[in-house]
């Protein structure tokens, strides 16, 4: 069993180049190194937004067990060092295996 996170951005305007290049540098090895599989990763540049999925081994309860010592972690602490917010909306949501198609 695992737990999968959707997560979707609408990203400030402007900034879709700058927030690939940041997240594709640190954050696939620093969410790995917390713990998370990366599920997959998706830009829709012409829309502005950004899917992407990671997911833990267990169930949802696990997931945010995981979620809050990656939350409070040095290294997510320095991934995020000195970078902008660069997210306008977020819609972050769980799903389970038993709803893929």
Known sequence: MKTIQLR????????YDA?????????????ADAGFA???AYGLPESNEFVWAVSTP???QAFLAIESAYMASDA???AFDGI???IAEHDI???GEDHSV
Do not use: H, K
Not at 8 to 15: F, H, P
Not at 22 to 28: A, D, E, K, Q, V
């Open 93 to 95: 949501r769980f799903v």
């Open 38 to 40: 990366l599920e997959f």
């Open 84 to 86: 902008p917010q660069r």
């Open 58 to 60: 267990g169930d949802e």
């Open 76 to 78: 997510r602490a320095a």
């Open 8 to 15: 979707r951005y609408t990203l400030v305007d402007g900034e």
């Open 19 to 31: 927030f690939v290049a940041w997240w594709r540098s640190c954050i696939p090895q620093v969410r």
